[in-house]
Structure formats: structure tokens, C-alpha cells
């Protein structure tokens, strides 16, 4: 009997499925979050109410790095761990506002200097324990501005005088950050993934002098057993298999609820296959074997004709998606070793950067490269945000008044290439620099087909107006290389996008790490860079909104005048989902393109149970 | 023999040696390296990325950082850190069960290609120049020609696009289907598992077995014109037992040469496949290795790969002693 008994316990430990987690809460939490999930009259009305149940399917293309939110570096990772942890504050998974999460509300002194966060009451972890301002302490103190950490978020805390901010504990629930001068973009960076003290904190050096400095950063790996990892996010990842799968499922103890007063996430489960080939995924979506798969411009023909007859739907939002795609005229070619010194002041001549834009068909590039759907840009900063300038007030509607355009003209571009002297001195049907010099032009990118087609349709455009330019694919490490050695010519590329103009500050500063289209200008800045700096710091040292957003337009009208980066165009279609997935025709307005990044996984549910 | 043996695993480690070397002087010259991707990020400053370099042992020159790497195989044996995944290299190459599929996709290969191309060589040769013959070469080129991962997708689009599968609850790619990942071992799992499989086997299969075919219908056509052949003959023996009790085993032994090295070409050589078809290889990991330029497990995969083909190597040369009595080392 005994024996018996030992042998199917054995056997159940072999044959046990994924982890079994903890009951959940006996009642809702009295502080729980409330998403106003189908309640008119809010930015969710047009969602449905949902049941809690089923499993969806969706793929990711490679397979993440570990389990540690706060030492992740890549999204293949943070896809995970920004579902297994959250921070204080979080962006609305519809509007894409700064909105309260762990922290039930905050407060903003009259100066501006003291921020005090208030954590919701009765919130667990998924193993039960309470979450109280320890965690979040541990989080902030003694993880994320630990330099012993290898964190991606310790830069982004830093204050405009050079100085970190203060959070200290009120009490068990209440938090004080104070700040040594007015900065409103830390909410956005405040909101750092918070970890279980009582779990991490004996691997961190600083806390537990016993294990060596460092030991955190090898904490919560790949090696970890699931079964250790505990979140306080809507999802807990309870199983791994390389290379074939993540399962995640639902945290008994996530804080949100709908109206209804079912607890969210809807679905039980989520697996994520890890399929390496994007055609392989198109293909295992038609197959019925992935619920929701995000598209490349390539898979649009082959998805598009069928889509209502074979149930599924391609989302396609009105504003495309967060990020800037641009090429960049190199305005510190030759500087280094002092040649090419007619090409350097020709590129650094704002009119024939002017002349470039007006040859910039982004009509065709929106046609042939992403299949019509996507939205020319101008602006630096994402049309989702709600500072973009194309709005006319902080988060209105966009309409573009305040926008500053080059129309597609080849005709005046050429005029203005005339009045510059670069016209063909030699008769060999190229334009040639003022002096009678040839002017070759090379156009750089990675082997990317995407970028790949915005380049050749600009080489096009360039040498129908008598530019000789040239497209060429360089490796992506050769391109960066380029880009930070300022040895190339015309570099395409994209960067990330985001909701707060301040996140750009690297970029479009004067003296930022990747302004990279003028590196020189650190040391030279002229009135216009001065401007820009300034209005940087004017925007991020108010917390009134409508102020902040004044400057902003100012900021990015200078910034598209200038043309360092001249922006191309992005995309609007999302992803393609089958219809019994509920709630998964809203998708978040901070999603990049590539990746499920934009479904709301909180918010779907299964139509069919 | 056994000296043969032991001075042959002796010989093994400086080749290692020289290989690792070459290895890491190749990932050193490629522009940029692990921390590339991460300059583009405008949240990181210098500071932080100048740290994550040290971190990293980046700056230190190149033959510094690879007598660190040597010293601490020899003296630790520890073959380093992941870049990305912090894990010990071996663990991130072989989890998951990597090795054991690696190594069972591998065999599995191997066996069916052979199953099918001895015969199918030893048929050639017996029927030379019938249209017959010309067909099986074709076929073999055809199979070899087309690329791996071309097959495999149009294999995989045929199932799906134009075979339905979907609709009889059949996935494509992976070792199962969705609902069999985290159940148990069972009769209808291992069903679906090969499933899974035999386009992997197919796709493999086929590159190879041309190469096996033609120099299974040659070896046996050079076998069958010796005068031992024609003496068989004429004693009156039957056809089917002069060509396979005498001539198919003479045949052969160019072929277990080929047998030993066949197998780390396998291990090596389906890295494309297994990412098409999504199958758990150490081949994956090597290559998401080489394309995140993650130095150590780049370092520890050529390690190992050279180290198979070593054995590969030694495996051939010990069956053909096994296998003809005139070759004899000492």
C-alpha cells in the first residue's frame, strides 16, 4: 500500500502540469483597481464585459533572458516581466496617460518638489504576502538606483542637476519621493518594476554582505525554477521550455477588477510560442494554431483578402504606431580627419536639407512598403502622444495645425539645388558641389526590408532630380558604428518612440548621446540648438500640463524646421486577431511596431466560452 | 589499437586549441559586439554603458581577455557566462532538452536516410542507365539543389494552405501541438510527435541522401566490374547473392567513412531546418548566440561542434578498421 501510494505520488510529480498557484483573494481588495471596462462615457466604453476562463495563444519571435524585471535589457524579456511586475504608476492601457497602479493616487506639493504616493490597502503577491512600501523602497533604493545593478532605468531617474531622487517611507502605505528641482518627467520613470523584498533581497550585496556585489544581477535567471518566481502583475510565468514555450497565468492575487466585479485577467493562461520564422507564424495563425499574430508589411496581401471569410480581423489603428523612422544627412562628414570639407557645409546648409525633404515621396513608401497602411510623420515625437504637436492642446484631437510640412515636390527641390550651385558643371548628367567638384551621396541602412524599401524609394527620388545617390546594406553593427563615429554619409534608421517628449532628451539635445546627426554641435551650438535645449528644461520643470505642452510645440516646430532627422513614415496596422478573442480590436496607443506589443492581454477574453 | 585510439583523443587538444583561437579572433573582428544594440537606447548614458562594458571584460585587449577565457577553462573548467542570459554556457546551450533533441533529430536523420538510400544506391547501380536510374539521380538532386529552409517552408505552407491540416487539429512546426506541450507522455503525444518530425526528416533527409545514393550506385559499380564478381558468377551463384553477400559488403566500406562524418554534419548543418521548423536544437542557441554576438556560448558552441566533428572523425576512421580487415593502425 505504501508503496502504492509513493509510486503515484512519484508518478503525479512526473505528470504534473503546469504549476497550480494560491487561491486568490476571499473578497475584492477595498483599494482594488477598477478598469471602467464597457462604462460609457469613459476612453473604455467601446470594450465588453468578459469571463474569466480559456487559454490564448499568441507567438514571440525569439525566447527571453531571464525572469529579473529589473535587470532585463530586451523586450523578448520585458514582454514577461512588465506582466509579472508593476510599478507605482503605469500608462493607461487606452488613453496611454501616467495613471496610478500599485500606488492607488499620488500628490504634487504646491513647489512641485515632494511627490507622495499612496499604496492601495489589502494587496498581495502572488504568494500571498502583502505588498507594502518596503517592496517599492527595496525596488527603487536598493535595486534600480544601485549601481551594482545592471539596470536599463538607473539613467532615467537621474534629475536635470545631476542629482537622484529621495524616496523615503511615510508608512507601511505611504511613500514620499522629494526631488531637488521641478521635474515631471520622473513620473515616468518612476514607475519601476517592483520586486518581492522578501524574496530578492538577500542576493542584493548592499542589504546581505554575505553574497558578493553583483549577485543580483545573476538572480531570477533562466536557471531559476518557475515555481520561485512571485509578481505582483496580472500574469505569473509558470512554465518554460526553451525555445518551445512560455505559459503564463493569472496571478490570484492581481488587484484589478472589472465593473462587474470579476477579477482580471480574463484568461487563465497565456502561452507564447517561441517560433524563430515569421513566415512560420504566418503560417501557424492561418493553421488556427495562434489567436493573435503581429504582421509584417509582407503578410498583409496574404491576410487582408481572406480576413472576414476565415474569422479573423487586421487591426489597423488611426495613428500609427510609437516610433520615428528618418534618414540623416551626416553634418559632421569629414570632421574628424578634415576632408570632405565642401560636403560637410553643403549638408549643414539648412536649405539643401530642405531641398532633400521636398524629395521625400512618402506617399509611394506608404503604398509600396507598407501596403497603404501607414501615416507619413514630421515630428519627433509619436503622433499617440499627447504632446504631440499635430494636437492643439495637451491630448485633444489631432489636427495637424501647428504642423510643419515638405510637401513632396521635386520640382522645388531642384529649384533650390539651383540656387545653391549644385547644378551639373561637367555635363555628366549628376549635380555637382559649388565649386565643380562631383557630389556623390551614399544612403546607409541594415538589411532590413522595410527600411531597405524607404531607401530605394529615396535613391529613386534623389537621382530623378540629378543627385547621384546611392542605396547600400551595411551589417547593423557597421551602421551604429557609423552613426557614433559620424562616418557616414545617409544614415536610415528608426528609434523608439514614447508618450513624454523628455525621453528624447539623448536624442535632441545638443549635446545628447545620440544627436547624432551633429555631435559638434555640443561645442558650437547655435541659436536654434540653444532653443531646443532650453525648451527641454522648460518642459520638463512644470508639472501644469497645458504649460508643458506649449513648449513642446515650440520644441518639435524647431526641430522639424532644423531637419537633422527627417522623418519618413510608419505604420498603422497592428496586428491580426481571430474574432472569438475578446476586447482585442482596442490596442494599447504606446505599441512599436514588431511584437504583440499593442494587445491588451489584461482585456481580452475568450468569446467562446 | 587502443594507442591508435588514445593518441588520436591527445591530438584533438591542440587542434581545439587552434580552433578556439581562430574562433574568437573572428568574433573579435566583426564590427561591434554585444553591447552595440544597447548604444542606440537614448535611456543609457556613457556611465552605465562604460560599466556594463568592464562588466563584461570588453575592454580589456584581445589576448587578455582570451587567456582569461583559457585560464578559466583550464584551471576552473568553466567555460563562462551567457552575456545575455547569465547562465553557465553549457547550460544555456544544452537546456531544455536541447542536446538530447539535437541528438535525436541527428540519429533519426541519419538512420532513415540511410534505410532508404543503400537501397536505393544498390537499386541504381543494378539497373545503370534504365530510365529507372535516371529518375532516383534526379530526385536525389532535386533534393539537393532546392535550399533546406525554402523546403521546409513550402512543406509547411502545403500542409496548411493547401492540405488543411488546421482543420483536422494538426499544428506545424514545434515538437507538438499546442495542447500536448505540458501534458503528459502518452501513445497520442508520441504520434503527434512524429508528426512534428518527419518534415524535419524529409527536408535533412533529402540533401543528403543524393550525396549516399550516388556513391553507394558508384562504390558498388566499381565493386561489381572485379574479377571476384565475375568468378561468382560463373560458379553459378544467384544474381541476388553474388550482389549482396559479396559485392554490396565490399561496396559499403567507403561508405562507413562517410557514416562517421555524417553525424556532426548533422549536428551542425540543420541549424537553418531547425529554426524553420522551430525544433529545440543547441543549432538555435548558437545562432541567436551569433546574432546577439553573446561571445561566450559563440565560443563554447564551436567548441562543441568541433568537438563532435573530432569524433566524428575518429568514429569513421575506427569503423572502417572495424570493417576492413586490410587496414590496420598502430
Known amino acids: 500500500m505504501k508503496k502504492l501510494a509513493l509510486l503515484l505520488a512519484g508518478l503525479l510529480a512526473i505528470a504534473a502540469p503546469a504549476l497550480v498557484l494560491a487561491q486568490g483573494y476571499d473578497v475584492m481588495p477595498e483599494d482594488a483597481r477598477i478598469l471602467p471596462i464597457g462604462q460609457a462615457g469613459t476612453p473604455y466604453a467601446d470594450l465588453e464585459l468578459g469571463k474569466q476562463g480559456g487559454t490564448i495563444y499568441i507567438s514571440q519571435i525569439s525566447n527571453p533572458k531571464g525572469w529579473n524585471a529589473n535587470t532585463a535589457h530586451e523586450t523578448s524579456t520585458t514582454w514577461y516581466t512588465s506582466r509579472m511586475n508593476l510599478g507605482l504608476v503605469n500608462l493607461d492601457h487606452i488613453t496611454g496617460a501616467i495613471v496610478p497602479d500599485l500606488a492607488k493616487s499620488w500628490d504634487v506639493s504646491e513647489d512641485g518638489l515632494t511627490l507622495t504616493f499612496h499604496l492601495r490597502r489589502g494587496i498581495k503577491w502572488s504568494d500571498g504576502t502583502p505588498i507594502t512600501a518596503d517592496d517599492v523602497l527595496f525596488s527603487y533604493n536598493d535595486v534600480v538606483l544601485n549601481t551594482d545593478v545592471d539596470c536599463n532605468s538607473y539613467d532615467g531617474q537621474r534629475l536635470p542637476d545631476g542629482t537622484f531622487p529621495v524616496m523615503t517611507k511615510v508608512d507601511d502605505y505611504t511613500i514620499e519621493v522629494k526631488l531637488s528641482v521641478v521635474y515631471r518627467p520622473i513620473l515616468n520613470s518612476i514607475g519601476v518594476p517592483v520586486q518581492p523584498k522578501h524574496k530578492l533581497a538577500q542576493y542584493v550585496h548592499k542589504l546581505n554582505p554575505d553574497v558578493p556585489a553583483g549577485t543580483f544581477n545573476e538572480t531570477w535567471t533562466l536557471d531559476t525554477p518557475v515555481s520561485e518566481l512571485v509578481g505582483n502583475g496580472p500574469w505569473v510565468v509558470t512554465d518554460y521550455k526553451p525555445d518551445v514555450s512560455v505559459t503564463m497565468t493569472r496571478n490570484p492575487y492581481y488587484y484589478a477588477y472589472d465593473p462587474a466585479g470579476t477579477q482580471l485577467p480574463y484568461y487563465d493562461e497565456i502561452v507564447c510560442l517561441v517560433v524563430a520564422n515569421q513566415d512560420v507564424s504566418l503560417l501557424k495563425f492561418r493553421n488556427k494554431e495562434i489567436d493573435v499574430l503581429a504582421i509584417r508589411p509582407e503578410d498583409l496581401p496574404v491576410l487582408m483578402p481572406e480576413a472576414g471569410a476565415k474569422g479573423y480581423t487586421v487591426l489597423v489603428s488611426d495613428l500609427p504606431l510609437y516610433g520615428t523612422t528618418w534618414f540623416m544627412p551626416n553634418q559632421d562628414i569629414g570632421l574628424a580627419d578634415g576632408t570632405q570639407n565642401e560636403k560637410r557645409e553643403l549638408y549643414r546648409n539648412v536649405k539643401f536639407r530642405e531641398a532633400l525633404a521636398h524629395l521625400i515621396d512618402k506617399e509611394t513608401m506608404i503604398q509600396n512598403v507598407l501596403n497603404g497602411l501607414g501615416a507619413p510623420q514630421w515630428s519627433p515625437l509619436s503622433m499617440g502622444s499627447p504632446f504631440y504637436a499635430g494636437r492643439d492642446y495637451y491630448g485633444g484631437p489631432v489636427t495637424e495645425n501647428n504642423a510643419i510640412i515638405f510637401e513632396y515636390d521635386p520640382a522645388k527641390a531642384a529649384g533650390i539645388l539651383d540656387s545653391l550651385g549644385v547644378v551639373d558643371k561637367d555635363g555628366d548628367g549628376w549635380r555637382d558641389l559649388p565649386s565643380g567638384a562631383p557630389l556623390t551621396i551614399e544612403i546607409n541602412t541594415n538589411d532590413n526590408t522595410i527600411r531597405s524599401g524607404y531607401c530605394l524609394i529615396l535613391q529613386d527620388d534623389f537621382r530623378a532630380v540629378g543627385l547621384n545617390a546611392t542605396f547600400q546594406v551595411i551589417d547593423f553593427n557597421t551602421l551604429v558604428d557609423k552613426l557614433f563615429s559620424s562616418t557616414g554619409d545617409i544614415i536610415q534608421l528608426g528609434l523608439t518612440g514614447g508618450d513624454e517628449p523628455n525621453s528624447g532628451k539623448n536624442v535632441y539635445h545638443s549635446c545628447g548621446s545620440l544627436h547624432a546627426y551633429r555631435y559638434s554641435a555640443c561645442d558650437d551650438p547655435d541659436e536654434i540648438d540653444r532653443r531646443i535645449d532650453e525648451l527641454l528644461d522648460l518642459g520638463a520643470s512644470t508639472f501644469n500640463l497645458d504649460e508643458a505642452f506649449e513648449y513642446y510645440v515650440e520644441y518639435q516646430q524647431l526641430l522639424a524646421k532644423q531637419l537633422g532627422y527627417i522623418y519618413l513614415v510608419n505604420q498603422t496596422f497592428q496586428y491580426a486577431y481571430y474574432d472569438y478573442v475578446g476586447n482585442a480590436g482596442a490596442a494599447s496607443p504606446t505599441s512599436t511596431p514588431g511584437g504583440n506589443n499593442g494587445l491588451l492581454t489584461e482585456l481580452c477574453f475568450d468569446k467562446r466560452i | ?330
Not at chain 2, 72 to 82: E, K
Not at chain 2, 219 to 239: C, N
Open chain 2, 1 to 330: 589499437m587502443i594507442t591508435y585510439i588514445i593518441r588520436r583523443t591527445l591530438y584533438m587538444i591542440p587542434l581545439l586549441l587552434i580552433v578556439s583561437l581562430l574562433s574568437f579572433t573572428l568574433i573579435k573582428i566583426m564590427p561591434g559586439d554585444y553591447l552595440t544594440a544597447a548604444r542606440l537606447n537614448p535611456q543609457i548614458t556613457q556611465e552605465t554603458l562604460q560599466r556594463q562594458i568592464e562588466r563584461y571584460g570588453l575592454d580589456k585587449p584581445f589576448i587578455i581577455q582570451y587567456a582569461l577565457w583559457l585560464k578559466n577553462i583550464i584551471v576552473h573548467g568553466d567555460f563562462g557566462f551567457s552575456f545575455a542570459t547569465k547562465q553557465p554556457v553549457f547550460r544555456n546551450l544544452f537546456e531544455g532538452g536541447r542536446l538530447f533533441w539535437t541528438i535525436v533529430l541527428a540519429l533519426s536523420t541519419l538512420i532513415l536516410t540511410w534505410i532508404f538510400a543503400i537501397p536505393l544506391g544498390i537499386y541504381s547501380a543494378t539497373h545503370q542507365y534504365k530510365p529507372s536510374d535516371h529518375a532516383l539521380t534526379f530526385f536525389g538532386f532535386l533534393g539537393l539543389s532546392i535550399p533546406n529552409f525554402f523546403l521546409a517552408l513550402v512543406l509547411l505552407w502545403l500542409l496548411v494552405v493547401v492540405f488543411h491540416v488546421g482543420g483536422r487539429g494538426l499544428g506545424v512546426g514545434g515538437l507538438y501541438d499546442s495542447r500536448f506541450l505540458n501534458a503528459p507522455m502518452s501513445w497520442a503525444k508520441f504520434v503527434n510527435l512524429i508528426w512534428h518530425l518527419w518534415p524535419a526528416w524529409l527536408v535533412i533527409g533529402t540533401s543528403g541522401m543524393a550525396g549516399l545514393i550516388r556513391l553507394m550506385r558508384g562504390s558498388l559499380l566499381d565493386t561489381l566490374s572485379q574479377p571476384y564478381v565475375q568468378t561468382a558468377r560463373s560458379k553459378g551463384l544467384a544474381e541476388r547473392v553474388v550482389v549482396y553477400k559479396h559485392a554490396v559488403r565490399n561496396a559499403i566500406n567507403p561508405l562507413v567513412t562517410v557514416l562517421g562524418l555524417t553525424l556532426p554534419n548533422l549536428v551542425s548543418g540543420s541549424i537553418v531546418v531547425a529554426i524553420v521548423l522551430n525544433l529545440p536544437t543547441v543549432g538555435r542557441a548558437y545562432f541567436s548566440a551569433l546574432q546577439q554576438q553573446d561571445e561566450p556560448v559563440v565560443m563554447g558552441s564551436l567548441l562543441f561542434f568541433s568537438l563532435f566533428l573530432l569524433i566524428g572523425n575518429l568514429l569513421a576512421d575506427f569503423l572502417l578498421a572495424w570493417v576492413d580487415p586490410r587496414i590496420r593502425y598502430d
